[in-house]
């Protein structure tokens, strides 16, 4: 194994002034769940401004990065070599099998960046870039060096022990989740929706979800499509807890007493009222839905007014102003385009009019509702109590 270490550096949370304990005990937390299912024993350690990851024994190193790449609030993942010897003779030594053993072709520019972090160090950053890199020139006279542009940025880091990296893979940034507070992601079948999920969560948001599902119109399959995408979600976000709500006699109430052209925008009122209930109860602070202005007739800014009318608490709707084609670009990013695409019925398609209102107008909305007085409320309070949960992770 060329790596036994990862350094973790992470961006934004380092900016989090006297909570920032919290935020590197969170991505820590993050990262002990990422790594559980990956071969391999992992200590997750921390040290000020600095997280690292051990790999004790034998590991899978593609399946850890890969592994890394999912958590939220990493910004580069680095591969090191982590040695406690300081003798600056022996240092060198270190430093020059680095190079030996991650460069095998050798034949490259290179630079080396050093920094005391322990300023009781006898010798200065400056002084150890001259005289590490004369090491590895004397050592591998292929080598050149080239202060401006090197193809190698050898770092050399004088911590508690010693870092020595020059590998750095993208994290996917953002925050931990777990730092942010919790909120309810209305999951459909859909593209949209799952990307939406995955951007909250990288702002460090927990996720619960809540899915309509409307049997016999809907089947097993198209329920069960949902739950795989939470499960995708979830390699991001942690653990998914799934509401499935029975829709399918508030639909048909709806279809009953209502205009039909007003359906969609009727139906999607009861979605956001149910998921505020649930996500109340819950200690969800906000909704979270994959609408996007214009793709739809239900998603013209007058419906998305007249839909959002009902809810209080904050819905947060991260690719409103993304076009299908970027939304699809995300989705095939995070592993759920795939799954998306697959020809399950929705229950929003099954009951859609010829011709659904654009623009509808809220007051006629609101009037054409009042024909569901009788039994709606009992209904909606039915499928709530009477709501499936399955935890997904
Ligand atoms: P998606 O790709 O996410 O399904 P969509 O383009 O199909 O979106 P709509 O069907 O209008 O759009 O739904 C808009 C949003 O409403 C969805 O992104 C989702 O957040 C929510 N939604 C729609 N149908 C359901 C459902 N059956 N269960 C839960 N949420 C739903
Ligand atoms: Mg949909």
Known sequence: MLFQSFLIKYAEIGTKGKNRFLFEDALMKQIRHALKTVEGTFLVTKEFGRIYVDAKGD?????????????FGIAWICPMFQTEEKDFTLLKKEVISYVEQVYPERKLTFKVDSRRADKKYPISSEQMNRDLGEAVLEAFPEMKVDVHHPQVLLKVEIRNLVNIYSVMIAGPGGMPVGTNGKAMLLLSGGIDSP????MIAKRGVVLEAVYFHAPPYTSERAKQKVVDLAKLVSRYSGPIKLHVVNFTDIQLYIYEKCPHEELTIIMRRYMMRIAQTIAEETGCLALITGESIGQVASQTVQSLAATNEVCTMPVF??????????????????GTFETSIQPFEDCCTIFVAKHPVTKPNIRVIRSSETNLEEKIDGMVKTAI?????????
């Open 59 to 71: 590991y899978d190193y593609e399946e850890t990065v890969d592994a890394l790449k999912q958590v």
């Open 195 to 198: 990307v939406a999920g995955y």
């Open 317 to 334: 709707r991260p690719v409103i102003g993304f076009d299908k084609q970027e939304i699809v670009d995300i989705s095939e990013k995070i």
């Open 385 to 393: 109590e009477n709501r499936e949960e399955i935890l997904v992770s």
